[in-house]
């Protein structure tokens, strides 16, 4: 940081944009586009730049270069904002397939000299990494990437006046703060047809996150289409906006993006465009980790639970509209008859209290659990009811075929032999 600070404070900023941008040891005097055309430097004078950084070979360049594009692209009716790619790649080749993904403009990469200048001026230590000028060449912010990233278009001019209101405004979203961009108003339907944001504003509006290549999102998908179906019958007025969480790989972006399309045509609700300048933002303020996620918007636009998938699944219809107070009664009736503390073979030493989690790890199976754990607080240890209750629990439900109840037998035997093993370890 003290390094960049050496720039930050530089009083008379950028604004010779031909040192900046220009040849240095030559006499280059353009930038180019992945046509080849050369673009003088003389025609950037009174625009904002955004400086990028970035390689073909890092993961979070590739993740976030399709990002910036939406935002370039959205920005670009303004005309003021320009933004100039510093490749940090070795191979020409390399370079070449990156560039020709994005359509500003970029040092050349034969002046490795001046690429090499641009990084050390700027202190760049990681990558993807956007330092962002004003008309007068002032560094606006080395922390471009962030903005972005938690902005999108709406950070625009990206003064730190603009970035100050966009994260007071956060804290009071509205359905419109969440779905509208300052290119689009609408969401769409299921056959591309714009739907206004307006027409949902006052229902209860569910945010489908999606990623249309993970097995989990393609698994809830039919019980969300039951949930709603079901609604819908009751008369019930919600509303669901699939939002696509592109995956992890570039090149299959073109496919992602097909598939993306075909399964919203059978969702029988809305959606934003495919890699819409929201996307990414709207992820990144719901904190996602997990798919698929479902955000709930009360009536009143304001956040009713931030993941309803489950209560979906183990609840069902009782669920909906997903008030705090609903769920929490919901889960009080879920854990009558549960005792409030257990001892566990997996976890002898102490005594494991019933305790409620928004999400935890189980250290029965390994796998996520939602609402209630059976916990140990010295050891941070975790179990499913399912996990700690197991055969308690089936003998209570009528007892389930015979062979499950073995194999459930046989695994909680390896799992208590397994704790056992860990343990003689230890000594
Ligand atoms: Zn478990
Ligand atoms: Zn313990």
Known sequence: MAEDESVLNNNEGFNDLMLLLGGSSSSRDYLVRNTGEKVEIDKLKGKKLG???????CFYCRQFTPHLVAVYNELSSKGDFEVIHVSADINAGEYHSYFDKMPWLSIPFSDSEKREELREMFGVEWYPYLVILDENGEVLTAEGV????????????????????????????????ILVSPSRDFVISNHGKKVPVSELEGKVVGL???????????????????????????????????????????????DEEESFKERVMNMPWHALPWRDGKSMVLAQYFDLHILPALVIVGPDGKIATYNAVEDIEDYGIPAYPFTPEKLSKLAEKEKAGWPQKVKHPLHDEHELVLTFWSSFRCDGCMEIGHRWAFYCKECGFHLHPKCALGEELERKGGGGPTMNKLVKFLQSLLQAFVAVFKKLLRF
């Open 51 to 57: 400086i990028y950084f970035s390689t073909s070979s």
């Open 146 to 177: 962030e903005i972005i990233k938690t902005f999108g278009s709406e950070g625009y001019p990206f003064t730190p006046e603009r970035i100050e209101e966009m994260k007071e405004a956060a804290l009071n979203p509205s359905l419109r703060s």
């Open 208 to 254: 489908y996150f999606f990623s249309p290549s993970y097995g989990p999102c393609l698994e809830f998908t039919p019980k969300l289409l039951e949930f709603y179906n079901k609604l819908k019958d009751m008369g019930e007025s919600i509303e669901i906006v699939t939002i696509g969480v592109p995956g992890h790989s570039e090149d299959e972006d073109e």
